[in-house]
């Protein structure tokens, strides 16, 4: 899982250094199955973002 978190950042820092990350979270929903919840800033303005990831 760890991995999975330090990927989504790394990348996210790479492509969008704008971006300041301030939490990553895995959420299961069913059996190979999960979300990927970024929330971080861009300027002073608050996002969220959700990416699903399926097996």
Do not use: C
Not at 19 to 31: A, F, G, H, T, Y
Not at 37 to 55: A, S, Y
């Amino acid at each position: 899982m760890l991995r999975v978190y330090a990927a989504a950042v790394m990348a996210l820092m790479k492509w969008e250094p704008r971006l300041k990350i301030s939490r990553v979270q895995l959420i299961s929903r069913k059996e190979a199955s999960a979300v990927l919840e970024v929330i971080g800033t861009v300027g002073d303005q608050l996002f969220t973002h959700n990416v699903q990831l399926r097996n």
